[in-house]
């Protein structure tokens, strides 16, 4: 479970997210949606540990984030999706997520990386390759193999279809499914809100660093007006 209270972050000296309040259940998905600057990336660089929270607190099945390294929230259980398909592009697949794997005993890394080969056959062939040289699809792919490697308690994935064709978008979507009916608290943060909204059991939308809407991802569907209305504003 993800457990987020009263969450402030600042950036370049300036409040972005103002005292920012969400649960997230094992085995469930919440879509955080708003328009760009809204502060969903700020509250995304702030759970993974790599902006300093002004105040709040996180907690992942009871243990506090506070303070903690981005890999000591690893470590707690919390694994991010990032936007933007980031890889190690002159390493290749294998080596790849060998690196995402580190935190693991040695004797259990190969294991792992065969474990989520299985949730993602699509990159066995793409083991030998260099990660420059994959598409952006492929990218993706890899990235959420990497963050499913230690089997996280809570799973942040920022702008899943970010650039991606229909098809690799309904793939990773099934993987997502997936990691919540095996046990994990998902996160989706996703412009494309008709697909956030088909994946989520809730939804939660942020306008100017502030929650102005909460509820179950039915109830938002029949009411566009609520997206709409933060979208433009």
């Not at 190690?88 to 989520?116: C, F, K, T, W, Y």
């Not at 993987?175 to 608290?185: C, I, K, N, S």
Request: aromatic share 2%; with cysteine; proline share 4%.
């Amino acid at each position: 479970m993800l457990e987020v209270r009263q969450l402030h972050v600042s950036r370049g000296g300036k409040a972005v997210v103002h005292g920012f309040d969400l649960d997230v259940a094992a085995g469930e998905i919440v879509a955080l949606l708003g328009p760009n600057g809204a502060g969903k990336s700020s509250i995304v660089l702030a759970l993974a540990g790599a902006v300093a929270r002004s105040q709040g607190r996180v907690r992942v099945h009871g243990t506090a984030l506070e303070g903690l390294s981005p890999d000591a929230v690893r470590r707690a259980g919390l694994a991010i999706v990032p936007e933007g398909h980031h890889l190690l592009g002159s390493l290749s697949v294998h080596d790849n997520l060998r690196a995402a794997a580190m935190l693991l005993p040695a004797a259990e890394v190969e294991p792992a990386i065969a474990r989520v080969l299985k949730i993602l056959p699509e990159l066995e062939a793409k083991l030998a390759q260099p990660g420059r040289t994959l598409s952006g699809g492929q990218k993706q792919m890899v990235c959420m193999a990497q963050a499913l490697l230690a089997r996280p308690k809570v799973l942040v994935v920022d702008e899943l279809s970010l650039g991606l064709a229909p098809l690799v978008v309904r793939r990773l979507a099934e993987v997502v499914r997936r990691a919540a009916a095996d046990g994990a608290a998902v996160l989706l943060i996703e412009q494309f809100t008709t697909l956030a909204l088909s994946l989520a059991n809730r939804a939660c939308v942020l306008q100017r660093g502030r929650t102005v809407w909460s509820g179950g991802a039915l109830a938002l569907r029949e009411q566009p007006e609520i997206l709409h209305g933060s979208y433009l504003a």
